[in-house]
């Protein structure tokens, strides 16, 4: 069936160095992805949501690109903080209603 | 605070026990979703309510899962004859309606309920 995944399960990284969390998606419908952060024993937090009408969107330390022709997504976290770390999720959105299909996430590892 | 909430956060059950979980989406959201996570997983998608009407169930729903959401506001996800396979957290979401096909509309998650089946 259609999914959607992600090629790290683990990334580390140095405080003050740029993050880039990948994604890759299959449904080839899907047309609004969104990026959320967990948090050890807390709920999904949004980050940054794309349509696929656009191919990047930026927020505050935080751009997404979005390459529909790969079908592949991307979280771009710049300066990269230890209030950064968490598990990141991917979800792709191919319903009229918001019906998210969320991949298994990466973990964000800031190291000081 | 405004945001989703759920309660309670937290429950230990015995096996066999029936458990209510109780979701109060952000006010003037009219679609209000349950996901079920387990640890290392993603979330996975349940059921979801426009109003008070459920449009959409998972397969993962059993007959032993039943939610509701009788006036369109605040929602219950009740589980009967619990199984250790239930563990999981239990997230409520919401969001209003997109204004457009195309526009997708941010969707807010609380911060789950989490079941414990001993």
């Known amino acids: 069936g259609e999914s959607v995944g992600l090629h790290l399960p683990t990334l580390s990284v140095q405080e003050g160095d740029n993050s880039i969390i990948n994604c890759a998606y299959s449904?080839?419908?899907?047309?609004?992805f969104i990026w959320y952060k967990q948090e050890s024993g807390k709920g999904p937090q949004f980050i940054i949501d794309?349509?696929?009408?656009?191919d990047k969107r930026q927020g505050q330390r935080v751009t997404v690109l979005l390459n529909k022709t790969v079908k592949h997504l991307s979280l771009q976290i710049a300066a990269t903080q230890p209030g950064d770390s968490a598990v990141y999720f991917c979800?792709?959105?191919?319903?009229?209603?918001?019906?998210?299909?969320f991949g298994a996430g990466t973990r964000l590892a800031v190291h000081p | 605070d405004t945001g989703v909430s759920q309660n309670p956060r937290h429950k230990i059950t015995k096996r066999g026990q029936n458990v209510t979980f109780r979701c109060d989406p952000i006010?003037?959201?009219?679609?209000l979703y349950w996901y079920r996570q387990t640890l290392g997983q993603g979330p996975e998608f349940l059921t979801y309510?426009?109003?008070?009407?459920?449009?959409?169930k998972s397969r993962l729903l059993s007959d032993r899962f039943s939610a509701e959401r009788p006036k369109g506001s605040f929602s219950t996800l009740e589980i009967q004859r619990t199984e250790q396979g239930d563990s999981a957290m239990y997230l409520c979401?919401?969001?209003?309606?997109?204004?457009?096909?195309?526009?997708?509309?941010?969707?807010?998650f609380g911060e789950g309920s989490w079941l414990t089946v001993v």
């Open positions: 979401a919401s969001s209003s309606n997109a204004v457009a096909r195309g526009q997708g509309d941010t969707i807010y």
């Open positions: 449904n080839s419908a899907s047309d609004y």
């Open positions: 794309i349509r696929s009408n656009m």
């Open positions: 979800a792709e959105n191919s319903g009229g209603y918001n019906k998210l299909i």
């Open positions: 006010s003037e959201h009219n679609r």
């Open positions: 309510f426009q109003n008070e009407a459920q449009l959409e």
